[in-house]
């Protein structure tokens, strides 16, 4: 593996990982596979480019969009990226609400509920095919020079904010879910969500604030996404299988195992680009997710299946 | 007469669409196994099929001109062993991951197709697959007649044996197993290994709906195959009706049918250059289509004639 | 004044095969009372409807004269019915201390941490080591770890099922007696339990419950040595 494939791979293993975890989180409190966590990356990315088109749009004459240097884009797409995970949050919790939530209501077992997200995901995939066509959109036009970092390997100043910016939340979000009242409850309503109702814990609370992580996780990653590659309608559902695999390698319901996850599909896709050409990219999670299923379906860091 | 001739080939492709739906009815409705890779069984018949029997090209594996009867086999045979694979691999562990490991199959079958060119014909797919009573291919009536017979006639099969099997005492101890695993347990079945076959079966039959389908249309591309036909299928089965086989038959006709009239509207209302976005609202109805029907009723048109499954939950 | 009352109350898991069937039961604050009855006369669903964990189909639930029909259960805990299940009554994965703070989230912010330390200084078993998970504690423990989470809100009413199941008769004394010294500081219990002998001895007054119905209603010392005992336990014990 040469040392730039690592770069490559570490960079698309973030976006997974960060999606892994909001994927890997519903998974274990809400206690079933949610299909539509890619389409909200999707969802999450569009939004946020509405958003900054907006913004770019009612400032044109006010202040010139110069990008902060040295990155790609100006100061509107952090801005954005704030309202984006805001309407991201709200996408989820309305389908929670209108869907999933009816459906736990009736005590449907969880493999109707896979189905049930199973079908809103192509609801919502095709939903941004219609609104924005399936041609590929851009965060930014600007063209980026990446730079030595030693050892033979290159990055540019946005791929190096990505990597940054991801161990940044992914620490939060460990401190969040071990060390807050919120996380206890979180995991308590994973272990046994009878019991956590007896205890005195909201359930309905604790899954609300499950999808708004879950949900603003899957913006980040769209965006970040958006920002290092393109966006396409489609980029949430091809980032489905290596979601499911990170998450299942990683261990249901574990944060760290779930980034670490992301980052082994993410180098995985890099040596099989290298090794076999990129029309095979997509088959290194189904590799992954095999041997995972094979050798040990617990995942990683999992409680045994 | 044109207008005949429609009406069969109509038919014809949706009596595929019934095929495949009596297939997933076996995994889903009779045994509660998700699959979510419906287009790669499909897909591993059709190009199975169209190898066995294509007559040999240059630059491409396979073409062995084989009857058509042979490749259909081989189709059935190769969905089997496809199913078996995934199933041995994921029936033991939780119901869901048997739906992200035939995600995952779908996805890696969908690249063979595309990019495995010296058997697939890559992106361009395959051409020139025989058709059944091709001979008559120049008389459009008759020769769509005959297909209609053939693909009903298929139908008509698969649902009695697939009625009487339901009947027999391994269609009553996979339902025992659906709703109860411990009792049937207890019964001295092993839920492991009914579930298995009935998963094998299942693929076998929606793999020979493949490669019918691929027969009846006599060309195939990677395209064909993409997680949208999974989904039509889905729907198909939910509107009719899970765990009954009529119901399988009339959600591929009723949904095949809209699908057909909307697609023939757009193709005339809508300016070229927009068709692709409004038939991107085709697929975000069969998406809301399934939605609904779980919610408002999960049983289906036809329900099954038991009580409701208790999977579905208590509408 | 009563914590608990039931009026008419009816609840299962099926409408059409109601388990519970039109039970009235008033409950004075600072009773002791135990719930006994054969098994499958569904002493377990009655008091798993109470503390809303299964569907209640008609009736009433009173709790210190309030409705609380239908009452979501953390609503339930909230309002100071505290519930200790039978089995699976302690978070495994969590810290036997992350139990206790859960718990402890019904008390004002300010109270939290002193409970949580009491609590802990009332079973040194669990204060050796209160880092260490729930789930490597012995049967005895987590029942104890379970009172103690129960108590910790300072319910008025606390409901117990069975809570000397599986304990060897040494580790069933000192459940009781703990329940003893709860039941001294004022808090309503309302028992299910298998050991009648012990659940008498504790109890101030027994109801009986026979296919979903009360069928008996006494001081629990008239009960004691009583020949429809027998009848009802003995026979369905060895059955």
Request: aromatic content about 6%; charged content about 10%.
């Amino acid at each position: 593996m040469t040392p730039q494939l690592l770069v490559n791979g570490l960079v698309a293993g973030t976006t997974i990982g960060l999606g892994a975890i909001g994927l890997s989180l519903t998974y274990s409190i809400l206690r079933f596979a949610n299909f539509t966590q890619g389409d909200l990356i999707a969802w999450g990315a569009y939004l946020t480019l509405t958003v900054a088109s907006a913004i770019a749009g009612l400032l044109a004459g006010l202040a010139p969009a110069t990008p902060l240097a040295p990155f790609s884009f100006g100061w509107t797409l952090p801005v954005a990226l704030l309202a984006g995970m805001a309407l991201t949050v709200l996408l989820a919790l309305a389908l929670d609400a209108v869907l999933f939530a009816r459906l736990r209501a009736r005590g449907a077992d969880a493999i109707i509920l896979v189905m049930a997200g199973f079908g809103a995901s192509m609801a919502l995939r095709a939903g941004l095919e219609f609104i924005y066509t399936s041609a590929p959109a851009y965060f930014t036009h600007e063209l980026q020079i990446a730079r030595p970092l030693g050892l033979g390997m290159r990055a540019t100043p946005d791929q190096l904010l990505v990597l940054g910016l991801t161990a940044v939340l992914v620490l939060a979000l460990h401190l969040l879910v071990t060390r807050t009242a919120t996380g206890r409850a979180m995991r308590a309503v994973s272990e046994n969500p009878a019991l956590a109702a007896v205890y005195g814990l909201d359930v309905a609370r604790v899954v609300r604030v499950t999808w708004i992580i879950g949900a603003g996780l899957a913006c980040v990653a769209g965006v970040m996404s958006g920002l290092l590659v393109q966006i396409r309608p489609t980029m949430g559902f091809d980032l489905l299988l290596p979601l499911f695999a990170a998450t299942i390698l990683g261990g249901i319901g574990s944060i760290p195992g779930a980034m670490v996850g992301g980052l082994v599909i993410g180098l995985s896709e890099a040596l099989a680009v290298q090794l076999l050409g990129a029309e095979w990219r997509a088959a290194a999670a189904f590799v992954v997710l095999v041997a995972v299923l094979i050798l040990r379906p617990s995942g990683l860091f999992g409680r045994g299946a | 007469m044109e207008l005949l001739a429609y009406a069969a080939f109509f038919l014809t492709v949706a009596m595929t669409y019934a095929t495949i739906c009596l297939g997933l009815n076996v995994q889903w409705g009779q045994t509660g196994l998700f699959n979510v890779g419906v287009a790669a069984f499909v897909g591993l018949g059709a190009y199975v099929s169209a190898i066995l029997t294509t007559p040999e090209a240059p630059g491409r594996l396979g073409g062995l001109g084989l009857p058509i009867a042979a490749g259909w086999v081989g189709a059935a045979l190769a969905g089997g062993v496809l199913a078996l694979l995934v199933g041995a691999l994921t029936i033991r562990l939780r119901s869901d991951y048997l739906a992200i490991a035939t995600f995952g199959v779908a996805v890696a079958l969908q690249l063979v197709f595309q990019n495995a060119e010296p058997l697939t014909g890559g992106a361009f797919g395959i051409g020139f697959i025989p058709r059944p009573f091709g001979g008559l291919q120049r008389q459009a009536l008759p020769f769509a007649a005959l297909n209609l017979a053939l693909t009903v006639a298929l139908v008509l099969i698969l649902y009695l044996a697939l009625e009487r099997l339901a009947q027999s005492p391994w269609g009553r101890a996979l339902r025992a197993v659906r709703e109860d695993e411990t009792a049937a347990e207890s019964l001295g079945k092993s839920p492991l290994r009914l579930r298995l076959e009935a998963f094998v079966l299942g693929g076998m039959v929606m793999a020979l709906a493949g490669a019918v389908q691929a027969h009846f249309i006599g060309f195939i591309a990677p395209a064909n195959y993409l997680p949208a036909l999974t989904f039509q299928v889905w729907a198909m089965l939910i509107l009719g009706g899970s765990g009954n086989n009529r119901g399988a038959i009339l959600g591929a006709v009723v949904v095949w049918a809209i699908w057909a009239a909307t697609a023939a509207l757009i193709a005339h209302l809508v300016p070229a250059g927009e068709q692709a976005r409004a038939s991107s609202l085709q697929l975000v109805a069969i998406g809301v289509i399934l939605c609904a029907v779980l919610l408002w009723r999960p049983q289906g048109l036809l329900p099954e004639r038991r009580a409701v499954p208790r999977h579905l939950g208590r509408p | 004044m009563t914590a608990l009352t039931l009026r008419d109350f009816v609840a299962g898991y099926d409408p059409d095969l109601p388990i519970v069937k039109d039970v009235t039961l008033d409950v004075p604050e600072g009773q002791v009372l135990t719930i006994l009855g054969p098994n499958g006369a569904g002493k377990s669903t009655l008091i798993r409807a109470v503390a809303g964990m299964v569907p209640i189909f008609s009736g009433e639930v009173r709790l210190s004269g309030r409705d609380v029909t239908r009452a979501p259960a953390h609503a339930l805990a909230r309002a100071g019915l505290g519930f200790v299940p039978q089995t699976e009554n302690v978070f495994t994965r969590l810290s036997i201390r992350e139990n206790l703070q859960i718990a402890a989230e019904l008390l004002p912010r300010s109270a939290r941490a002193a409970r949580v330390a009491a609590m802990l200084a009332m079973f040194p078993d669990l204060a050796a080591r209160p880092e260490a998970l729930a789930g490597s504690l012995s049967g005895g423990q987590r029942q104890m770890l379970a009172a103690a989470r129960a108590l910790l809100s300072e319910p008025r009413v606390l409901i117990l099922d069975e809570p000397s199941a599986g304990l060897s008769p040494k580790l069933v004394a000192q459940v009781f007696d703990s329940l003893r010294r709860i039941a001294q500081g004022g808090v309503t219990l309302v028992l299910v339990e298998q050991n009648v002998r012990a659940a008498l001895a504790l109890a101030d007054r027994a109801v009986v419950l026979v296919d979903g119905r009360l069928a008996h209603d006494a001081p629990a010392a008239e009960l004691v040595g009583n020949p429809l005992l027998g009848q009802l336990f003995l026979g369905a014990r060895a059955a």
